[in-house]
């Protein structure tokens, strides 16, 4: 299975995550193929609404930054997995600022699904969908709840025929993350 | 009082933000601007941002939630003391309907609760990006009430809520509407833009597939 993660630490304080994260993604590759994206490591812009990306470059888009590898590996994944830390109750900027680029991976046209109004996916691979949050004990309910409701909101819109979502100690991520990934 | 206007759009200057800002705040004196567009400029923001005491927070709704540097600029607001200020949310979106940008609402709701804040209320507009094309006059009465609740945040009032349901409208199509979406030409605007830009033929392309 080919497997996206979006890294979208940003912070010190999550920084312990990494480690395990990369042990994670180690124990992961000898069954499937991994491209793991930490955000605050490279050189990814931020969307600037531009459209290029649907109607001048269709499905590239206008910055040529490592946000492009992010795209390349999306349109060909299985299984799109988002790892966030909560930063003012909210997925990161970091992690925000990945999602935002996944545009060029839709059309611009609308068709209705499900009753409501959605873009066609440029791509025919569909990939699952999971959020894993990290948890240092400091996670409100009304913010994971928040959280999660998005995810399913953004599987929705780009078509995820299953949505995955959790919350992660330290101790316990690398098992939410491969227990997850071994069921699909 | 001090009233700040934060543009949450990454266009900046030219976007649809902008014009529901110029509307809500045409009868307002002495308002300050400022951009999560000018990412360099988010320190130098902060203090204007600490020193008002009301905000007008605008943004596009991007994949499902507010911009990402939209969000960069939220969470600098939150490392300052925000304590009794007043907010309100203006959401828009590209889709007609406001369901796509209720969980976006909840969030803002949450974020103003998280600091202590004022919460006056949050106007969900769906549609807008025909504002890039389209004059006043398309927008009917929706501009008359843009400034309205402009008029309600100048006295420090709750949004009225008869008016965010007005702007917002039916929270889903109806079957009949679905119907009638069927026989739309929606895709046209997309596409007199690709054709404008010679990029018709490539309109479906998948680069890297």
Sequence with gaps: MNITIINGIQDTKHNKYQKTLEETVTALNKDHQVDMFTIDDMNVAYCCGCFSCWVKTPGIC???DDGVDIVRSIAKTDYLLIVSPVVAGFISSSTKKAMDRFLPTLLPYIKIYDGESHHVPRYDKRSNLGLVLLDEGDLDDEAVKINFDIIDRLAKNFH???VFKACALLENIKEVITNEICSC | MKYVVVNGSPRGKKSNSDRIIS?????SQEVQKVYVADIKKHDEAMKVILDADRYLMVFPLYTDAMPGMTKAFMEKMQQINLEEKSIVFVVHSGFSEPIHSRTVE?????FTKANKM???G???MGGSEAMQVAPNGYFGKKKD????LGQNIMKGELLDQALLQKIAGAERFSKFKILILRFLPTDMYWNSRLKKNGAYEKRLDKPYS
Aim: hydrophobic share 40%; with cysteine.
């Design chain 1, 62 to 64: 206008i910055y040529k």
């Design chain 1, 160 to 162: 995820a025929p299953k």
């Design chain 2, 23 to 27: 509307w809500m705040t045409q009868n």
């Design chain 2, 106 to 110: 909840r969030y803002c709701a949450y």
């Design chain 2, 118 to 120: 004022k919460y006056l």
């Design chain 2, 122 to 124: 949050c106007v969900v």
């Design chain 2, 145 to 148: 009430y843009f400034e309205a």
